[in-house]
């Protein structure tokens, strides 16, 4: 690897240290990754690298939540489209997320599944589709507080499954979403099918 050193402004250089830690985190498991091969793979010096992530940690939550930043984008609602129309694109996205992204969603979820600012990034994820979801279903009332809390539980849920998936692969992606499908259909309320 060259060691020569580029100028760049400050964005383009923290997007190029989040894209090499993305790649090493993608790599290896988050015990593994050092600071210093971070530094080392992007031709920056650790001092550089420790000015834009003060720890391993920061650095891990940045990619992180450039990655919501992206996903949450492909779950936009079309008021016209069915809500388990959008449940299955949404599904779609998250599952081929999860796949392309094994060991950084994992570490997320498992390895810093105590850490609060990984947690608020998820949650905050989770609290978006889950009002993007309520929003397409047209309700209100105390048919919305129903739907509200069957649409908190079922996003456990697929996160959970997800989560067993990736790490087992005793079942196929196929039956991942299949099972999350029927798991929210069952969990709505029956005029909600009709939406």
């Known amino acids: 690897m060259s060691n020569t050193r580029r100028r760049l402004d400050p964005d383009s250089r923290r997007n190029e240290l989040l894209d090499v830690g993305a790649a090493l985190f993608a790599e290896l498991p988050y015990d593994e ?3 210093d091969q971070v530094a080392e793979r992007a031709a920056v010096s650790r001092a550089l690298l420790y000015r834009y992530f003060g720890s391993k940690r920061d650095l891990f939550a940045a990619i992180y939540q450039r990655a919501a930043d992206r996903l949450v984008p492909e779950t936009e609602v079309d008021p016209d489209v069915p809500l388990t129309e959008l449940a299955t694109a ?3 996205a998250h599952i081929d997320y999860f796949a392309a992204n094994r060991r950084t969603v994992l570490t997320a979820n498992r390895t810093l599944s105590g850490d609060p600012i990984i947690q608020a990034i ?3 994820e989770l609290a978006v589709l889950r009002r993007r979801m309520l929003e397409a279903s047209g309700v209100d009332g105390h048919q919305r507080d129903v739907t ?3 649409l908190q539980a079922w996003l456990a849920f ?3 499954i997800c989560l067993d998936w ?4 005793a079942i196929s992606r196929a039956e991942v979403r299949d099972v999350c499908l029927r798991t929210l259909l069952a969990a709505l309320p029956a005029q909600q099918h009709k939406r």
């Open 148 to 150: 509200s809390a069957a």
């Open 122 to 124: 998820i949650n905050e």
């Open 158 to 160: 697929v996160r959970a």
């Open 90 to 92: 949404g599904l779609e």
């Open 33 to 35: 990754v050092r600071m």
């Open 166 to 169: 990736l790490e087992n692969e």
